[in-house]
């Protein structure tokens, strides 16, 4: 019984002493991982939450003019300061509200994107009639959209944008495009 024992104990040995040399005994390292750092995504702008005073300028508009004028409320180079835009942010969504300070009742919301320090939203509520006076002669039904694209200050505190309205006339079919500047600023 000793016979079977010892045969395969020398067998190790054997084995085992074969593959050394003269050289002296290194014992192989750890495997190691070459993991490259993994960039972080970038760091939100810090969009402060809270009101904003909005002022907007109607830089053109083209269509109907006294229609668009009507629509509007502003002539082209207009600004208009009494607006409060709220921001609210979660991680890349952003959601925008724009009231008139002077007629509450009077509210746009917009939802959208920030990524990094650019905004992108489109308005979910878009006006469905107005006062058209001119040709048309009084309330006018359309369809319409409203698309915004700005972007913040390094601070994140400022908002600037421009805000491109398509507005077609239901009864007549035509279109009225105003375009706006933005000018947010934090309060």
Request: aromatic fraction near 6%; hydrophobic fraction near 40%.
């Amino acid at each position: 019984m000793a016979r079977r024992t010892l045969l395969p104990v020398a067998l190790t040995l054997a084995v085992g002493l074969a593959g050394c040399d003269s050289s002296p005994s290194v014992l192989p390292a750890a495997p190691t991982s070459t993991t490259l750092p993994v960039a972080s995504p970038p760091t939100p702008l810090p969009v402060p939450a809270g009101s904003w005073n909005l002022i907007t300028t109607l830089t053109s508009a083209t269509g109907p003019q006294q229609c668009a004028v009507d629509i509007s409320h502003m002539h082209v180079g207009q600004s208009y300061a009494d607006w409060l835009l709220t921001i609210d942010r979660s991680g890349e969504s952003v959601y925008l509200v724009v009231s008139d300070l002077r007629n509450p009742s009077e509210r746009y919301e917009y939802e959208g994107t920030v990524v990094g320090d650019v905004l992108a939203a489109t308005i979910r509520n878009p006006a469905g009639a107005g006062w058209c006076g001119g040709r048309f002669g009084g309330r006018v039904t359309f369809r319409g959209e409203s698309n915004l694209a700005g972007r913040f200050s390094a601070d994140g505190r400022t908002l600037t944008a421009e805000v491109v309205e398509s507005i077609r006339l239901d009864a007549s079919g035509e279109v009225i495009g105003l375009h706006y500047a933005w000018r947010a600023i934090q309060q």
